[in-house]
């Protein structure tokens, strides 16, 4: 993960799917359409500036030929505050008089970067290679914001790259492969888990940080929203009357629309709302139709990858125990028909109920079920009622076990 994409995440805000494939946090679809937050922002006071000199200095190895550049993350774009040809020694320096204090890249190009945060007076060192300066960049004096800057996407982008990895395996796996897919969906889950526990405790250890901002898009309003909640608070108040506050007060807010929609969280032991639409063939189905039976109500589309890579285990988990009265009822987010059909005769859902409205992210089964990314999963017992929510992968599988032997 280079930081060309961070601050490309950081102007905008992800509608509906919240944790990103730019995150790592799930093994969800990033395939949602992005709306600028900044569009209706006003302008608002630069934080206080000092009048003492600040020094931005270090050395590069490698290729030197171009002009290194310091870039402030302003509102809606990256600000260059100066250029500076590197030494032949491979040595650079800005000085800088008056500086706001705020996040600034270090760049060769836009996608050669590393980000700092940047207070006026203090001096920052670093050595990087030029070949890639968000790898191989260190810190020989720096704030400590730009300190913890690093430390989190070195973790970020090591599991970012390992669940990357893992899906690439996935996509080159055979339908019957069963027993090498379940592994490598067992895997993505402990990297999941594994970023879950880092970034919470992370938040936690260092909720007064202005580089809290980050991790907005890395949570999912739909099971983190305390973690949102704790760095809105923050942020008002390390970051008070800045572009960063206006951009993340938005983000939470959006992030936590799809909640708000849903009259009521599910909860297991609920009755499932009831829903009614057409299949391929145009005939209304209804999710209540099936009741009497242990039915996995999966929210997928023919566009999403993590969906589709999840597919071969469901079609798996329905052959082992439809015999024992289990049943799944997908319902696509789809917009184009002959895509979603495509999709059901590729991925070989052999089961006969699928449902779309063919309206997206705006489709109405939202507000019901007030989901914000795909693949999103409700089991629903016999009566009708909840059993649990977004179990997928061996999570799932060890449900259905105990439920149905």
């Given at each position: 993960?280079?930081?060309?994409?961070?601050?490309?995440?950081?102007?905008?805000?992800?509608?509906?799917?919240?944790?990103?494939?730019?995150?790592?946090?799930?093994?969800?679809?990033?395939?949602?359409?992005?709306?600028p937050l900044t569009d209706n922002i006003e302008e608002v006071a630069s934080p206080e500036t000092k009048g003492t000199e600040t020094i931005v200095k270090g050395e590069i190895s490698g290729n030197r030929d171009q002009p290194i550049e310091i870039n402030y993350l302003?509102?809606?774009?990256?600000?260059?505050?100066?250029?500076?040809?590197?030494?032949?020694?491979?040595?650079?320096?800005?000085?800088?008089?008056?500086?706001?204090?705020?996040?600034?890249?270090?760049?060769?190009?836009?996608?050669?970067?590393?980000?700092?945060?940047?207070?006026?007076?203090?001096?920052?060192?670093?050595?990087?290679?030029?070949?890639?300066?968000?790898?191989?960049?260190?810190?020989?004096?720096?704030?400590?914001?730009?300190?913890?800057?690093?430390?989190?996407?070195?973790?970020?982008?090591?599991?970012?790259?390992?669940?990357?990895?893992?899906?690439?395996?996935?996509?080159?796996?055979?339908?019957?492969?069963?027993?090498?897919?379940?592994?490598?969906?067992?895997?993505?889950?402990?990297?999941?888990?594994?970023?879950?526990?880092?970034?919470?405790?992370?938040?936690?250890?260092?909720?007064?940080?202005?580089?809290?901002?980050?991790?907005?898009d890395h949570l999912d309003g739909n099971t983190e929203m305390e973690y949102l909640e704790k760095i809105g608070v923050s942020v008002a108040k390390t970051l008070p009357n800045t572009h960063y506050n206006e951009i993340v007060q938005s983000a939470i807010k959006q992030?936590?629309?799809?909640?708000?929609?849903?009259?009521?969280?599910?909860?297991?032991?609920?009755?499932?709302?009831?829903?009614?639409?057409?299949?391929?063939?145009?005939?209304?189905?209804?999710?209540?139709?099936?009741?009497?039976?242990?039915?996995?109500?999966?929210f997928w589309a023919s566009w999403c990858r993590p969906c589709r890579a999840e597919n071969p285990n469901v079609v798996k988990l329905y052959n082992e125990y439809k015999e024992k009265g289990f049943e799944i009822f997908s319902f696509s987010l789809d917009k184009d028909?002959?895509?979603?059909?495509?999709?059901?005769?590729?991925?070989?859902?052999?089961?006969?109920?699928?449902?779309?409205?063919?309206?997206?992210?705006?489709?109405?089964?939202?507000?019901?079920?007030?989901?914000?990314?795909?693949?999103?999963?409700?089991?629903?017992?016999?009566?009708?009622?909840?059993?649990?929510?977004?179990?997928?992968?061996?999570?799932?599988?060890?449900?259905?076990?105990?439920?149905?032997?």
């Amino acid at each position: 993960m280079k930081y060309w994409l961070i601050f490309s995440l950081f102007f905008l805000v992800l509608s509906c799917n919240n944790t990103t494939d730019s995150s790592v946090a799930d093994v969800q679809a990033d395939t949602t359409k992005e709306a600028p937050l900044t569009d209706n922002i006003e302008e608002v006071a630069s934080p206080e500036t000092k009048g003492t000199e600040t020094i931005v200095k270090g050395e590069i190895s490698g290729n030197r030929d171009q002009p290194i550049e310091i870039n402030y993350l302003a509102k809606a774009s990256m600000e260059n505050k100066g250029r500076v040809s590197i030494d032949s020694d491979g040595t650079f320096q800005f000085k800088i008089n008056p500086l706001t204090a705020g996040f600034y890249s270090i760049a060769l190009d836009p996608k050669n970067s590393f980000l700092l945060y940047i207070e006026p007076g203090t001096i920052t060192e670093i050595k990087a290679d030029a070949s890639s300066l968000f790898d191989t960049y260190s810190l020989l004096q720096a704030t400590p914001d730009s300190k913890l800057l690093k430390n989190y996407f070195s973790v970020y982008s090591k599991l970012a790259n390992d669940m990357n990895a893992v899906n690439t395996e996935l996509k080159t796996l055979g339908f019957s492969a069963d027993k090498e897919r379940s592994q490598l969906i067992k895997k993505s889950e402990e990297i999941k888990s594994t970023f879950n526990e880092f970034k919470h405790a992370f938040i936690n250890e260092n909720i007064t940080s202005p580089m809290m901002i980050f991790l907005v898009d890395h949570l999912d309003g739909n099971t983190e929203m305390e973690y949102l909640e704790k760095i809105g608070v923050s942020v008002a108040k390390t970051l008070p009357n800045t572009h960063y506050n206006e951009i993340v007060q938005s983000a939470i807010k959006q992030k936590a629309q799809p909640l708000a929609a849903a009259p009521t969280q599910l909860k297991p032991g609920q009755l499932a709302p009831d829903i009614a639409f057409p299949n391929p063939k145009g005939e209304i189905i209804k999710l209540s139709d099936l009741k009497g039976k242990t039915v996995l109500l999966d929210f997928w589309a023919s566009w999403c990858r993590p969906c589709r890579a999840e597919n071969p285990n469901v079609v798996k988990l329905y052959n082992e125990y439809k015999e024992k009265g289990f049943e799944i009822f997908s319902f696509s987010l789809d917009k184009d028909a002959a895509r979603w059909t495509a999709a059901i005769q590729q991925d070989g859902l052999i089961w006969p109920y699928h449902a779309s409205d063919l309206k997206g992210w705006n489709t109405a089964t939202i507000p019901l079920f007030g989901f914000n990314s795909i693949p999103f999963t409700v089991l629903i017992d016999k009566d009708g009622k909840i059993i649990e929510t977004n179990l997928r992968g061996p999570a799932l599988e060890n449900k259905l076990k105990t439920i149905l032997g």
